[in-house]
């Protein structure tokens, strides 16, 4: 089976391109220009036509038969009614919204719930935080929808707006009980499910879109599968996942990770 990965990272795009006999056939970067990201941001659309970019330089005219997107773990940027974005991805390098998560940490009874509840403290590594700051800072969130950088060019390539529950568990909200938006976060937030995109697994796959698929050289119709996070999909592939086994991943960042 011949599988084309797609990832947007923190600071370029990446595309591979999979054959199950034979492994990685083929594989492309593009870093971001600086108008596309900067200070903790990006611009929404511009790092998706990067994404198609990408893919149509190791799969045109190929017979790619799924493809597959990643994304950062922590991203989200606010779109309105007609799912076009009003405000830039707000990344986890987007630290705007430190001093209210030391003010949200000084509850320790909200702070232990959040943690209890959905496993991230009030961080400003979280896209959750981003969202009240920014809601303080007087963005209307109202009759608007809250969409991750992977969730956006899912939208994008197949025109369903679904999120998995892998990706907003990683913006703190998603109660880990149920998998399901955590309501202590959307009372804080002032906003309901129906903002969020829907909830999905890597087996809730949608047919590739003409535009996309003309894009990038592919046929359309072919399943996508909605994205996951680049730590979570590296630990996945690295196939550790013992109580004792770790894994050390260094890019824009370091991260070790343990199950």
């Not at 870093?31 to 190791?58: C, F, I, K, M, S």
């Not at 830039?88 to 509840?117: F, H, I, N, Q």
């Not at 935080?129 to 994008?156: K, P, S």
């Amino acid at each position: 089976m011949l599988v084309l990965a797609l990832e947007t990272s923190t600071s370029s795009v990446k595309a591979m391109l999979y054959d199950g006999a034979l492994g990685v056939v083929a594989a492309e970067t593009e870093a971001y220009a600086p108008d596309v990201a900067q200070d903790g941001t990006q611009d929404a659309e511009a790092v998706y036509l990067a994404l198609l970019r990408a893919g149509r330089r190791v799969a045109e005219g190929r017979a790619v038969e799924a493809v597959a997107l990643g994304s950062t773990w922590h991203s989200v940027c606010v779109c309105g009614g007609d799912m076009r974005p009003v405000t830039p991805v707000y990344t986890w390098e987007y630290a705007a919204a430190a001093p209210k998560s030391r003010e949200m940490r000084g509850d320790a009874a909200l702070a232990e719930a959040l943690y209890r509840s959905t496993g991230c403290m009030p961080n400003v590594t979280y896209p959750r935080q981003t969202l009240l700051y920014l809601r303080d800072q007087g963005l209307r969130l109202q009759g608007r929808h809250a969409v991750t950088q992977g969730g956006y060019c899912f939208l994008r390539m197949t025109g369903e707006f679904a999120e998995t529950v892998n990706l907003q568990s990683g913006g703190g909200f998603i109660r880990l009980t149920d998998k399901t938006y955590d309501p202590l976060v959307l009372e804080l937030l002032g906003m309901d499910a129906r903002q969020f995109g829907q909830l999905v697994t890597l087996e809730d796959t949608a047919p590739l879109g003409e535009e996309a698929a003309n894009a990038m050289g592919i046929p359309p119709g072919i399943p996508v599968v909605p994205a996951h996070s680049d730590g979570a999909c590296s630990q996945a592939g690295s196939g550790c996942g013992g109580p004792r086994e770790m894994t050390l991943s260094v890019g824009t960042s370091g991260a070790i990770r343990m199950v």
